[in-house]
């Protein structure tokens, strides 16, 4: 049974009908919508920027990109089986996908095909004179946790490309949650949603390794607070931090 879940035909139909699922609920939801005005400006400049979200709210990422105003996204996809399938998901989506899984929090080129996936995001997100800057998607405690704790590998990426970081939490009133690590949510059609955004400045060349721990933990609080905030708007209660 599991060779045939793994199995290339199994994959895409899992995929298709995750996407199609999704789709429907994000069709469906009635949003509400914080903070998003300092976003449109980084859309219109079409510079490089680096998106960030946790990863149990994975599920609801894909729908606040603009594809027709923001920039091109690139996905970091793991090595795993399960990254094969978010590969093809992202690629439904729109999406370009580089594989590669984090590993340390101290230095994300220590990973499964990590310095190669890390060298290839760099020249993803800097783009070119034809297309301008692209956005890299991050979920910074993906993918095995802990959850709600940063890596630095969003932060080195915006250190080396001098990309903007936004934050965006997102919740939907309806959901299914799993009991999994990250407490992974799926939303469920005809539901109410939030997504609150903010935006934080490109991390400075010079920044050594103690001023990186204290921009690392202002990240990290910024996206459980602004993920927090979603929640609040829909009336649920915060899962808040690990």
């Known amino acids: 049974m599991k060779d045939i879940l793994q199995s290339p035909f199994m994959q895409d139909l899992i995929a298709g009908a995750l996407v199609g699922y999704l789709k429907f609920c ?5 949003w509400t919508i914080e903070g998003q005005a300092p976003v449109e400006v ?4 079409k510079g490089p920027v680096v998106l960030m979200f946790w990863h149990g709210r994975l599920h609801l990422g894909h729908a606040s990109w603009p594809r027709d105003r923001g920039q091109p996204v690139c996905v970091l996809a793991s090595m795993s089986k399960s990254g094969e399938v978010s590969m093809k998901i992202n690629t439904r989506f729109g999406y370009h996908s580089i594989r590669g899984s984090s590993a340390k929090k101290s ?3 220590k990973q499964k095909g990590g310095a190669q996936a890390f060298r290839e995001l760099i020249r993803w997100i800097r783009g070119d004179k034809d297309t301008g800057g692209r956005c890299v998607a991050m979920t910074p405690d993906g993918p095995r946790g802990p959850a709600r704790v940063m890596t630095e590998g969003s932060l080195k990426l915006s250190q080396m490309s001098g990309a903007p970081l936004v934050v965006l939490g997102q919740s939907t009133k309806n959901y299914m949650e799993f009991k999994t690590w990250d407490r992974m949510r799926i939303p469920l059609p005809f539901s109410r949603g939030a997504m609150v955004w903010g935006v934080l400045p490109a991390i400075p060349a010079d ?11 202002k990240a990290e609080q910024a996206l459980t607070r602004v993920t927090d905030r979603a929640d609040e708007i829909l009336g649920l ?3 808040g931090g690990s």
Do not use: F, K, N, S
Request: a negative charge; glycine letters at 4%.
């Open 42 to 45: 980084i859309w219109d400049g």
């Open 237 to 239: 209660v915060p899962q």
């Open 107 to 109: 230095d994300p080129t």
């Open 26 to 30: 994000y069709r469906t939801t009635r």
């Open 207 to 217: 920044t050594d390794e103690t001023a990186m721990e204290r921009l690392r933990l």
